[in-house]
């Protein structure tokens, strides 16, 4: 090759270079920009493992909000088809508040909408994201990860009030579990508000709760079935359904007894109430989402 034909290709490559080395600081300012001037914050993964040993840490097995020291708050929430838990999280303004997410099943997208927290939330990893919160509100949190049927239903909220309110909100004793309070946050979104289900998908609950808490063993099947969940097609009048029932295994004895309570009479029937006894004596068990199918099969038969 020529000197000249060489010098040539050189000033090319050079200018190449330049360009090159330009687009990337460009890049490198928007993002810096962006990190002091919007407040933009970059998720870190706090922790990972299986989604056992994750579930299995105090801040999982119950949820919420945490005090960490002055002015200085943990949020955990766990996410599951398709809800948020806690649904709803109450938060001081102007306060540190570091969130921690981790997912029971697949994964699913946190959120907030109208602020620029959005993480993806993995089953087996703990998501880890600080914010301050300078107005007070109603905040929605969205799932903006397609997770399934009842993935547009996956609706959490974040209240950020007064520092004062908040103390004075604050239970002093935890009273018995509401009934309805616990299908609302945790059975609403699939079965709806009133039990009437999804055609094909989720099976309705208004009264066919209370046939199945007659038949023998029903009450006993009801119990596992939010205990382990529920896997494989059930036929109800003629309807048949797919959609898969998780376990609930984080919700206490006593509200699994108070929101049978509230499944069973949803049609207005009555009948005796679920115990805590009841729940204790079938947690445990160990059964598997399809044991549940077959004990199904066991009280309405075929
Ligand atoms: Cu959870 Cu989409």
């Known amino acids: 090759m020529d000197e000249k034909h060489h010098d040539q290709i050189a000033k090319w490559e050079r200018r190449w270079i330049a360009g090159s080395a330009l687009m990337t600081l460009t890049f490198v300012f928007f993002i810096a920009y962006s990190l002091a001037t919007e407040g933009a914050h970059i998720a870190q993964s706090a922790a990972r493992g299986t989604p056992e040993q994750l579930l299995a840490q105090t801040i999982f097995t119950d949820p919420g909000v945490r005090a960490t020291g002055p002015n200085q708050y943990d949020v955990s929430i766990v996410g599951q ?28 997208g946190w959120q907030v909408e109208n602020t620029n927290l959005n993480v993806e939330v993995i089953p087996g990893e703990v998501s880890r994201l600080q914010t ?18 009842g993935h547009q239903n996956m609706i959490g909220w974040i209240e950020v009030v007064p520092a004062s309110q908040l103390v004075a909100e604050v239970p002093v004793e935890t009273g018995p579990a509401d009934g309805a309070a616990v299908y609302a946050s945790n059975c609403a979104s699939c079965h709806g508000a009133n039990g009437a289900g999804v055609a094909g998908v989720f099976p309705p609950l208004a009264g066919h709760a209370a046939d199945l808490a007659a038949l023998d063993g029903g009450r006993t099947y009801l119990i596992d079935t939010l205990l382990y969940g529920l896997q494989g097609a059930i036929v109800i009048d003629g309807t048949s359904y797919s959609g898969v029932m998780p376990a609930w295994p984080q919700l206490s004895d006593d509200a699994i007894a108070a929101v049978l309570d509230h499944i069973v009479t949803l049609d207005g029937s009555d009948g005796p109430e679920f115990t805590v006894e009841e729940v204790e004596a079938e947690r445990g068990k160990g059964l598997a989402a399809s044991d549940v199918l077959t004990l199904r099969q066991q009280v309405v038969g075929p």
């Open 132 to 149: 301050t919160f300078s107005r007070p509100g109603r905040y929605r949190v969205s799932c903006n990860e397609y997770c399934g049927i």
């Open 81 to 108: 088809a398709f809800v948020w838990q806690p649904e709803t999280v109450r938060v001081p303004v102007d306060a540190e508040i570091t969130f921690y997410l981790t997912a029971r099943d697949v994964i699913h």
